[in-house]
């Protein structure tokens, strides 16, 4: 399959801002005709959810609702046709001035009107069996989007802490038991810190890095709703790194340790 080109041109400033700070806000990114190709796509995953499914704030006795699903482009031909055919994968490979682009997979974080629970802060990549410098989240807004609906806050230049924090855990119950250091207290260190949250329009999307720390506030909205369709990318440096502990998957590939992740799992969209 054919990928489109990019809706707009990135900037030298925009790439120049992804490599400094850990994120980017791009406005315009995405035609209407994705966005609405998406909301569908997003109604369709709220009533067929996956197998890898979970409704965090039903976890967490909260209230509203906190919908997550990956992998979703492995059974749903919108997702597969965005991750092959959008923009997306381009806008990877020019903010990481990467040759090669992979699909690590997709996911929805959709925050229904009234969902008080956080998303807490954590970064990427610590959660995965990857390793490399050339990881990067798109966030892709469906919805207007602000600070009472959910925008996502980012530490700006966190990717450049040379540190790894143990995953923090969304749902109920911990996983995680990888031995490195937790997520430091960002909210008792925000007035040393510098830290952005961007209001976006549908068609807008962030990029951050695998290691920048963020989180975000739960919809305190009444009637706004929060549907952002996540897509997570690798670049030429990234390799398998499988260990214990880690994100609910489907079955991995056979890959060895140190190899590029190149599979039916994780396909290559550019190079």
Not at 19 to 32: H, P, Y
Not at 151 to 175: C, D, I, L, M, T
Not at 193 to 202: K, M, N, T
Request: a negative charge; glycine letters at 8%.
């Amino acid at each position: 399959m054919a990928i489109t080109g990019l809706h707009r041109d990135i900037t030298d400033e925009e790439i120049q801002i992804f490599q400094t700070d850990g994120v980017v806000c791009l406005r315009e990114m995405f035609s209407d005709d994705w966005v609405e190709k998406m909301r569908i796509s997003a109604e369709d995953s709220l009533a067929n959810p996956g197998e890898l499914h979970a409704e965090l704030a039903e976890e967490h006795g909260d209230t509203g609702r906190f919908f997550h699903d990956t992998f979703v482009w492995t059974r749903n031909q919108d997702c597969k046709d965005f991750v092959f055919n959008s923009p997306a994968a381009l806008i990877a490979a020019s903010l990481m001035q990467s040759k090669k682009i992979n699909i690590f997979f997709d996911q929805w974080l959709i925050k229904e009107p009234g969902t008080s629970l956080k998303t807490p802060w954590h970064h990427d990549m610590t959660y995965w069996p990857i390793n490399g410098s050339q990881i990067c989240t798109l966030w892709f807004a469906l919805d207007p989007v602000t600070a009472q609906t959910g925008a996502v806050e980012y530490v700006k230049g966190s990717h450049r802490w040379g540190k790894k924090f143990r995953p923090a855990s969304f749902g109920s119950n911990s996983q995680y038991t990888e031995n490195i250091p937790e997520v430091p207290d960002i909210e008792s260190m925000r007035g040393e810190l510098e830290i952005a949250q961007f209001e976006l329009s549908p068609g807008d999307c962030t990029v951050h890095h695998g290691l920048t720390v963020h989180g975000a506030p739960g919809n305190q909205s009444n009637d706004h709703r929060r549907r952002a369709y996540t897509s997570r990318w690798t670049g030429d440096d990234v390799v398998f790194h499988p260990r214990e502990g880690l994100q609910e998957m489907p079955p991995m590939p056979d890959i060895p340790a140190g190899g590029p992740i190149d599979s039916e799992l994780w396909p290559r969209i550019v190079g």
